[in-house]
């Protein structure tokens, strides 16, 4: 803002004012001065630094010019350098030929000492020499050899005739070798046989020497297995182990071979190592003998052990006893699982007899997988050591294809079929004898077949495992979980359906039950009591049963995860859904002992609470004061048929197991309930018998509590609930307990208000009007 | 833990190369994978279907057809909900043996087991079995009946889903809806009272027959 406009725009009208705006101008003044002398201080720095940079413009000239020769310079040398580079392409490409050319040399002159070192070597017999020869022309190029041969062709003599002599050299060599080596073979010379093995690879015949080894090896392999199972039961039997003699033979044969393929594994990657497939031509040749021997031995195996024979006489029981299904009949009938015990048949195998037989089998059939394991591991090892990258793949998929597609493998798989086959007619009839010689010693409240069956079953789950095969565990899992289902329920089942014995309903049956027996010169009661106890066996029994099986199936589970460390996750689930069949059989045998308890409380409990709930009829609930104390000072009801529930419950509480008891109490509780009711609706009460209803009820409830760990006092709610009614002292106060706020300690009402109206009119001194009234 | 209302066991026999494997990869992955192995003792599979709004896994097991391997498949008869009975529609030989697994299907398995014969490789042109006997054959041995091709994927989805349809109706009409129905209803036991399904074996037939058989020309008259 210029200091004209300044003025402009000040009022100027007084003397002050006048004042003040001179006062600002002078101020403006000033200060422009001084922006003028500090301005002027500048000058002499801006004049040096003109003439500096008038200075700098003449040396800028200089660097121009520099710079353009500095880059003519650069132009130049880059052409000379790209000019030098091309020498050095060409002067590296003369150097390779000639180092190929010294090759070349080096393979003539080489060609020339091999030719005439060979012939020498063959007229010497130097085998190893002549291969090495041999395997030094080889590795030369044979097209260059020819083209040389063209090459030089008119000039001196004889690159053609030496690459001539060395191919004659070789192919004979080769039939030489050939020839040596079958002769070696034939003198069952070890040491020429290991020498000409090693000579193959030399000439180039890495596949007819593993073949022509191998071959030799079988042979030898042959002969001693046959030997040896010619003398198995001898051998055995100097080893005492007989039970074991084939599997001890098994097991000598898959050691025979996993000890040639140990031995010559070094071997072969030491001389055969540029052919990755050796080793695993040699395995595969190996396992071709080690099918057949094995063939032998289980042939011996079968007919020795009367492996058919036995099979047949198991197929034909299993049929007989599943009582023969009819091929095409129609009608499928529902037989269900259960198999009748068929003893006393003549020709019947004697599942001990056959115990031996199984373990020797799952000693095999465990032998030959970690035979299998063994050959896995070390061809892993070998390919992740001597074999290139991309082959390894290919060479552990033919082994895995090998394995499979094996008569070895396939045999195991027979194998195990039997061993299954035996296992389940052992377990099923070891069960049933179990089951069959069941004891019970007095005292004890499960008998001895619990732990009969639980030990047989375990064991032939333990065995199983021995196998090493995940299906033939899952296998005999669904067997073991069968076999309870089936024979064992039903075992368990039996005496509880025809029920428990409840003693002489009346004495006309009493006395012809004792004539009966005194007949047959027994003591008159054995019967029943025997009846009685194996009853109540049979309930623990199984009650106890369904512990075990927890156990069994968590036993079995750490048994199988040190078993078989390394599953896959469809084997783990199949294993894993295996057990929990197993432990389903728990449901069975849970449904076993409510029936069980249910033939109780309607044998037993029910019939006996009858009569004794008929005495509460007699007693009168009509009471005035005198007749309530004479009635304290009496033997009460309550007193009375606590008694008889205490005398009840007394002579099972001993022979029960824990649970069964407390089972039983709680049945005892709702029959007491249900009949005690009944009976109340049947007399009429006053206030005073209203009263003693409730002190008889709450007396019961505490009781019944007391005799059991299970809480049966929501069985109790009801008939307390009808003993509060009939105890009111006046009908208004219904209405104190029939809202649930108003009491809290009271449980939400059991009865519906049509039922605590006919209750309320039990009570004789309420007047029906004001029961109809009451609003609820 | 996952998510399923009711857990079925399906499990798949019949001889040896009749396509058992094919129809479970099928099913269970969506492919068809030709050069199939033979199946080593069993295999197994699991597939959470939905039907009816409810989530159901189904346990496939898988069984090898050869003989060598019968003692280890015929264990897991019994705690099969349903049995899926498989043959080759060109192939006679398999057809021939049918009553040889009823057989065994009646010695181990429960004996209100579902039971469904399938007719796989529809896809073929060689057929020597008909439709209508591999029908007859079913309705005279109280079995549903359906073709398949699990090359081309037919009726394959459907065969498993009716499947699971039924036994979710035999589980349901038995026991309100708990899923410890669906366990507890494998269980043989006591004769009739535990069992698959209290409603007549006879009415369920006819219902899942006619369903299964009602699509195309292979319609049957039910059970």
Redesign the interface.
Known sequence: MSVLEQLGALDIGTNEQVDETLQRIADEEAKVNEKLESLLAKQCQIEAKMSGIGRSLSLLHTVDSDSNKLNDQIVNTAQLAESVSAKVRRLDLARCRASECQQRVHDLIDLHLCSQGVVKAIGEEDYEKSATHIARFLAMDQQLLRRTADDVQGSITSVSDAVKTLEDATEKTRVLIAKRFDEAVKADDLASVERFFKIFPLVGCHRTGIEKFSLYICQKLANKAQKELRNAQDIAKAESRLQLAYADRLTAILENFARVVEVNQPIIEAFYGQASSSLIDMVSILQHECDTEVKNLLMEFNKNRQIQYRSKQVNESTQRSAGGGNLGSNSIQALGHYRKPSGGSVDKLNPKEIDAIIAEITVMHARVELYFRFMRRRLQVHVETCVPEKEQFDIMERYEKIMKNSDLRRQMQEILSTYLLLERYFMEESVLKAIGLDTYESGQQCSSMVDDVFFILRKSIRRALTTQSINGTCAVINNVAACLDGDFVNALKAPLKSGYPSGYIDLAQAYNAIQTSLQQGKLHSSDADRGRANFLVQLNNADISTEYIETLCQTMEQEIAGTFPQTTQVERQMLDSCLTELKAVRDALKATVDFGMQQLRSSVIKPRLNPWINQFLNYSHNLNEEELAAYEAGETFVQFFIVQLDGLLNSFKNSLSPRNYDALVSILATEVTIQLERAIKKISFNRLGGLVLDQEVRALGSYLTGATSWSVRDKMTRISQIATLLNLDKITELSEYWNPENNKEMSSWHLTPNEVRTFLTLRNDFRIEDIKRLQL | MEDYKFLFKIVLVGNAGVGKTCLVRRFTQGLFPPGQ?AT?????M?KTVEVEGEKIKL?IWDTAGQE?????T???Y??AHALILVYDISCQPTFDCL??W??EI???AN??VLKILVGNKTDRDDREIPTQIGEEFAK???MYFLETSAKEAENVERLFYEIAAELIGQARSKDGSSSAAA??A??????SS?GLGSFSAKAAQSNCCGGLASGGSNSSQGG
Do not use: W
Request: glycine share 8%.
């Open positions: 192995g080593i003792g069993v295999d197994f699991i346990q060598r391997f019968r003692s280890i015929q264990s897991y019994r705690s009553p040889d009823l057989r009646q010695e181990y004996s209100k005279q041995h109280d366990a507890a494998q269980r043989q036991s006591e004769g535990i």
